[in-house]
T-cell receptor
Framework: TQLLEQSPQFLSIQEGENLTVYCNSS?????LQWYRQEPGEGPVLLVT?????EVKKLKRLTFQFGDARKDSSLHITAAQPGDTGLYLC?????????FGAGTQVVVTP | DAGITQSPRYKITETGRQVTLMCHQT?????MFWYRQDLGHGLRLIYY???????DKGEVPDGYVVSRSKTENFPLTLESATRSQTSVYFC???????????FGPGTRLLVL
């Protein structure tokens, strides 16, 4: 079982500020997924990263995969209240997902 | 409705009772999964199924039973509920050749 550590656990910022959340493991990821979960709903996939050093952008969200494929980050530029949610990273192992505990992000107007 | 649905959305039960949580998907996805979500633990895999009549244990299977007689349904049964099974339960599905899992809206279970 691969242990995924997410930091910080909680982040509260003002609208317009930038934020970064992290996902780390002691072992190599075959691939890594980032999900966002809103209250009362299931997680929704944002992105999958596979290649070491890979950078993917989704509007104001930038996802980076570490060169050694042991860490990943999610950066949000000019956060908006709609970005509020629980951000989860997950590693994929033979079709089964192992999740981190998540980072709760709150963006206030 | 198309997609993945769970029922009930909320359930209160007592210790020792049997409870079944339902999951239904309309995509004919081969894989289905059950997770529980607790504070500080993220989502943990309980059971999964690669196809009808094929199921396997995940990380936290004790106290749970699953079956999959039809591709579209994957019920989760708590044979004798315990307080430690109070949680939010999520069902998910995915096609065989893709990595994306699609999650249902969850069932909030409280065991008194």
């Amino acid at each position: 079982t691969q242990l995924l550590e997410q930091s910080p656990q909680f982040l509260s910022i003002q609208e317009g500020e930038n934020l970064t959340v992290y996902c780390n493991s002691s072992s190599v990821f075959s691939s890594l997924q980032w999900y966002r979960q809103e209250p009362g709903e299931g997680p929704v996939l944002l992105v999958t990263v596979v290649t070491g050093g890979e950078v993917k952008k989704l509007k104001r969200l930038t996802f980076q995969f570490g060169d050694a494929r042991k860490d990943s980050s999610l950066h949000i530029t000019a956060a908006q209240p709609g970005d509020t949610g629980l951000y989860l990273c997950a590693s994929d192992s033979w079709g089964k997902l192992q999740f981190g505990a998540g980072t709760q992000v709150v963006v206030t107007p | 409705d198309a997609g993945i649905t769970q029922s009930p959305r909320y359930k209160i039960t007592e210790t020792g009772r049997q409870v079944t949580l339902m999951c239904h998907q309309t995509w004919s996805h081969s894989y289905m999964f059950w997770y529980r979500q607790d504070l500080g633990h993220g989502l943990r895999l309980i059971y999964y199924s690669a196809a009808a009549d094929i199921t396997d244990k995940g990380e936290v299977p004790d106290g749970y039973v699953v079956s999959r007689s039809k591709t579209e349904n994957f019920p989760l049964t708590l044979e004798s509920a315990t307080r430690s099974q109070t949680s939010v339960y999520f069902c998910a599905s995915k096609g065989g050749d893709i990595k994306t899992q699609y999650f249902g809206p969850g069932t909030r279970l409280l065991v008194l």
